[in-house]
């Protein structure tokens, strides 16, 4: 059914026919499945067909034209599917009078629409669309009737034109209904004459894409609103991609006119400066000195700071320290251990300052010595037994950014831990950009796996923390920053304003651990051999399209031996490639989950989802429990032809906690037999395999290879190119500009006799109406996947 480019257009295939039926639509993304009683048609198509395609408002009973091409269905046969549709104006007096009078208009009967045909004739759509008192040449028609189906002419015929408007701009089907429902009437006029209005207001346009409709359109590239969209999303961009908190004014200045100057000088320096300045006094950004921000990002960083401070100026209740010191000696003994003098002031300082912070590498004891804090409180404020608390009522919380590290903490304490969000009520009904407002009743929350929080999820957390609950950070400042923007951890550190202990005795090696050594080293930027070889860990040399045939090998061998597919995780840093995780994914599942009788499947988009698939959620789904990077298997498939349900589902088990997608919701899915190593921190697997090889360029970081080695906790695999593995561990990340750290030290200097004060505009009102996305950190983008690595 292809057609080449000239003969195409005589070629096209179409029909026209009556909509029965709508069998399907999908809300999100306007997927229709349709029965067509057809009409008209050069298509093997006799009397009815099947139709599919994005259609922004199909009504049964309505006739259509629809382009496409016949394709053929695995389980329903052949269908026609359209990328075009288009309504048929009736064009006779009978089907005029069918359309004046079908619930299009309510209250217009069979008689008055045969009035309406009569008095205007065939082309009645065409003269009401056109003139306004077209209508007055009907008899018996009211003035608030006349208004109504004029608007609603105009309307149907403006959301027509739009919608085949955005088909020739190639905008995915997806955003068209949203830019309808955005824009409604004025569409037509957006997409005409202010395209870079879509890139502030639907989420998914960039200003890229804007900038193609604009030359469509034929808006000239020295168009002032394109300046203006191209100065924030030069911000918005250095802010995503790279993690900053705020860029300097004047690589803003540069880099929007690198952006917007590609083949002619269309804006000086000047222009640019002139647009700042006005975004700024409209308050889409922040200026502070030399400095340009967003100010939601602004906002959280000066308010985290403002609260800690509050925070750390109260000094904590006196304290019975040789009880506390005969407590830990209790402990010590309990575990069969004996503290080091870093790790028992550690626990003591939990208990003595009002906020402390506790960061080290793997195996340098951070979960023992959450035990000793939980057990000190426990024994110094003499709480009753923990059974008998309700949960949240216990005086500790204990919480983790991810649903996978709250559980690790559960675990290994034996008290119920959460996720931040899930403390602060961060749930179903909240939007992205809502401040949260739930104080949590706390006497002292610990907060692990401090790494992985971002400026914004940080913020929402500490406006959360009542001011005499005591607060201990315990992360690993070596791994990878937070996806969203900031380095909180690294802040909070360098501050120098909060009691840290470094934790710097590994426990780990001591049980023979070579991986834990190897993760140091390269941390610490000591010299090795990584052909080395040891009885946890391997090197095996690999060029990138050896990747697959080697993954294959090993992970067929782990399987061989009994290994169940949740211990052994594949780790790579891109998704494209030979060697990424896309192509890895497809490889495993054939492995690990083959095709079989009896399993059932369900397509989506290029993925073949089966029952026993290992899959990761991407984006927190709050209302559920399950937050992105959590993995489980898939348990079931119900189809609503075959099975007793109204929509197709599939039935995710995540640690026996069973969660269904319906097929709108499969783009919040991925398989994970191979996942991105910014997507496994937070989590620990027995045997990880971790391909590095050169075509990884972009990603090859010390930072990234750090994070994914200290997943292992049994096994480590390397396979790929020893030059890309040691130019990576030589390769810092690019260092993130933040404002976090120099706030809390600020506050803390100036606080007892002259407060630091946001600027007064700068209020929590304005922060909600913002329409910029804040980037938290818990999307599914993360600022190394935007770097193009072809
Ligand atoms: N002072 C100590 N003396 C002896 N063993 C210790 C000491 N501190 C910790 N360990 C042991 O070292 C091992 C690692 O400790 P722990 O799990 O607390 O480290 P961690 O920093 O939480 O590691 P990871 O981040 O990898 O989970 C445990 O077996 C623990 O019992």
């Not at 502030?200 to 469509?216: E, H, L, P, R």
């Not at 008998?388 to 290994?412: F, H």
């Not at 739930?438 to 913020?459: G, H, K, P, Q, R």
């Not at 927190?620 to 429990?625: G, I, P, S, Y």
Request: negative net charge.
């Amino acid at each position: 059914m292809a057609h080449d480019a000239q003969t195409s257009i005589y070629d096209e295939l179409y029909i026209i026919g009556d909509v029965d039926r709508v069998i399907f639509m999908s809300e999100d993304t306007r997927f229709h499945v349709l029965r067509v009683t057809v009409e008209k048609t050069n298509t093997q198509f006799k009397e009815d067909a099947i139709v599919t395609g994005h259609f922004h408002d199909i009504e049964e009973s309505e006739r259509y034209k629809f382009t496409g091409k016949v394709t053929q269905h695995a389980r329903f046969g052949e269908q026609f599917s359209a990328s075009e549709f288009k309504k048929e104006i009736p064009n006779t007096s009978q089907g005029l009078v069918q359309y004046f009078s079908s619930d299009k208009f309510p209250g217009i009967g069979t008689k008055t629409a045969e009035k309406i045909v009569e008095a205007l004739g065939l082309d009645a759509l065409s003269k009401i669309t056109k003139d306004d008192n077209a209508l007055n040449d009907v008899s018996g028609l009211t003035k608030a009737k006349k208004l109504q189906i004029t608007e609603t002419v105009r309307s149907s015929n403006a959301a027509d034109e739009a919608y085949l408007l955005m088909i020739k701009l190639n905008i995915e089907p997806s955003k068209r209904s949203k830019i309808i429902d955005t824009y409604k009437e004025d569409t037509l006029n957006v997409l005409q004459n202010h395209p870079y209005q879509l890139v502030s207001d639907i989420f998914g346009i960039g200003f890229k894409k804007a900038d193609q409709i604009a030359i469509n359109a034929g808006i000239e590239p020295s168009d002032p609103e394109r300046l203006v969209a191209g100065v924030m999303y030069t911000l918005n961009d250095e802010i995503s991609s790279i993690g900053h908190t705020y860029i300097m004014y004047m690589e803003l200045q540069d880099k929007t006119l690198e952006r917007l100057n590609n083949a002619a000088e269309y804006f000086s320096q000047e222009d640019v400066s002139v647009a700042v300045e006005q975004l700024a006094l409209n308050k889409k950004l922040i200026i502070t000195e030399d400095r340009v921000t967003l100010p939601n990002i602004y906002y959280s960083e000066h308010k985290s700071a403002e609260k800690l401070s509050h925070i750390l100026r109260d000094n904590p209740d006196e304290i019975d320290l040789d009880k506390a010191k005969d407590v830990i000696q209790s402990i010590e003994k309990s575990l069969s251990i004996g503290y080091n003098d870093n790790q028992r002031h550690a626990i003591l300082n939990a208990l003595t300052e009002k906020v402390s912070i506790i960061t080290g590498g793997p195996g340098t004891g951070k979960t023992t010595i959450v035990k000793g804090i939980i057990t000190l409180y426990q024994e110094i404020f003499e709480y009753e037994d923990y059974d008998s608390y309700e949960p949240k009522n216990y005086p500790i919380k204990l919480v983790a950014p991810t649903g996978r590290a709250s559980k690790r903490m559960a675990d290994t304490s034996g008290i119920e831990a959460s996720t931040i969000h899930r403390l602060i009520g961060w749930g179903q009904d909240t939007a992205v950009d809502d401040i949260i407002d739930n104080e949590i009743e706390a006497e002292l929350i610990i907060v692990d796996e401090m790494s992985m929080v971002d400026t914004w999820l940080f913020y929402q957390f500490m406006q959360n923390v009542m001011p005499h609950t005591k607060l201990v950070f315990v992360g690993d400042s070596a791994q990878l920053p937070s996806v969203g923007p900031g380095t909180v951890f690294k802040d909070l550190i360098g501050s120098g304003v909060i009691k840290t202990t470094i934790l710097d005795t590994v426990y780990r090696q001591g049980e023979g651990s070579s991986i834990v050594k190897l993760a140091y080293d390269i941390d610490n930027g000591v010299p090795m051999n990584i052909n080395d070889k040891f009885k946890d860990r391997l090197f095996i040399p690999a060029g990138t399209n050896q990747i697959a045939e080697v993954v294959d090998t090993l992970v067929s061998k782990a399987v061989d031996k009994g290994y169940d597919m949740r211990d052994i995780q594949v780790l790579a840093p891109i998704y494209r490639g030979p060697a990424g995780i896309n192509n890895l994914n497809q490889l495993l599942q054939r492995i690990l989950n083959p095709e079989a009788d009896g399993k059932k499947e369900i397509e989506f988009g290029d993925k073949v989802y089966r029952t026993d698939d290992k899959v990761i959620q991407l984006i927190n789904r709050t209302e559920d429990n399950i937050f992105n990077g959590d993995s489980g298997i898939i348990d079931n498939i119900y189809f609503k032809d075959t099975d007793d349900v109204d929509k197709d589902t599939l039935i995710v088990d995540y640690d026996n906690v069973k969660i269904a997608y319906e097929r709108s919701d499969l783009t919040e899915l991925s398989h994970a037999y191979c996942t991105s190593i910014h997507k496994a921190q937070g989590s620990e697997y027995p045997i990880v395999i971790m391909p590095i090889v050169s075509s990884y360029y972009h990603m090859l970081m010390k930072n990234i290879v750090y994070t994914g080695i200290t997943r292992a906790k049994e096994s480590l695999i390397i396979c790929g190119d020893e030059n890309a593995f040691y130019s990576a561990i030589k390769r810092e990340g690019i260092p993130r500009n933040t404002m976090l750290q120099q706030f809390l030290q600020k506050y803390c200097q100036v606080y007892e006799t002259e407060p630091a004060e946001l600027p007064d505009y700068l209020t929590e009102e304005m922060i909600e109406n913002m329409t910029v996305d804040p980037m938290i950190g818990m999307d599914t983008v993360t600022p190394y996947e935007f770097v193009d690595t072809r």
